[in-house]
């Protein structure tokens, strides 16, 4: 069986400062890793995903993030937040392989952006 | 279609009445997924379709709740004798393949059960 937890289900940021977004994960199998984000009253967009070739990872809108195996960690990070990045993010974990998507989310985390 | 369409955006049913819900994937994707949000219980897997087959119902709460997927494309989310606990948003996703490398979700249907 799979999960997945997010710490910190609100952060709040400063417009430009550093975005990191906390998701350890537990699998059974090498699992495939994603990272989803929802505006408000909209469906979840496909930020990001790994799937066991390059451990850093880089997204749209400048978000990466680093699978580590050792830590069971694929946090999400951007340098510099920009208003617009204010939205709830969802880290998800597949451990079917690419033949089967069920999808085991985390609670979410509701990142706010300051002026 | 360019993306996941989903209908109608929103939906309020008097408790005891059977609502549809409906998914338009993206053309010629053959997997499609059904996915429940809700404040106590977050993001929930439902359903998993595969052409017209579901191979994974696990997700399904109850006999109340049923899915079909006709001609490998349209599916149906039904609730039977809704209850206030199935107040949440519904939402759909569809992949070209199995879904492993991730998939296109809706916008979704909110559901209101009064």
């Known amino acids: 069986a799979q999960s997945v937890t997010q710490l910190g289900s609100h952060v709040s940021v400063s417009e430009g400062a550093l975005v990191l977004l906390r998701c350890n994960y537990s699998s059974s199998v090498p699992p495939y890793l994603f990272w989803y984000v929802q505006y408000p009253n909209q469906g979840l967009q496909l930020l990001l995903k790994y799937t066991s070739a390059a451990t850093l990872v880089k997204g749209i809108n400048g978000f990466e993030a680093e699978f580590k195996k050792s830590e069971t960690s694929f946090h999400l990070t951007k340098p510099s937040a920009h208003m617009s990045d204010a939205a709830e993010y969802f880290c998800a974990v597949n451990a079917g392989g690419t033949s089967y998507g069920k999808l085991t989310f985390g609670q979410g985390t509701i990142l706010t952006v300051h002026p | 279609g360019a993306g996941v369409s989903q209908s109608p955006s929103n939906k309020v049913t008097e408790k005891g009445k059977d609502v549809e819900l409906r998914c338009d994937p993206i053309s010629g994707h053959t997997a499609l997924y059904w996915y429940r949000q809700s404040l106590g219980q977050g993001l929930e897997f439902l359903i998993y379709f595969q052409g017209n087959s579901a191979p994974d119902k696990s997700g399904l709460p109850s006999d109340r709740f049923s899915a079909e997927r006709t001609g490998g494309s349209v599916s149906t989310l039904t609730i039977q004798r809704t209850q206030q606990e199935d107040s949440a948003v519904y939402l759909c996703?569809?992949?070209?393949?199995?879904?492993?490398?991730?998939?296109?979700f809706g916008s979704g249907t909110r559901l209101t059960v009064v």
């Open positions: 996703a569809s992949s070209q393949t199995g879904g492993g490398y991730g998939y296109t």
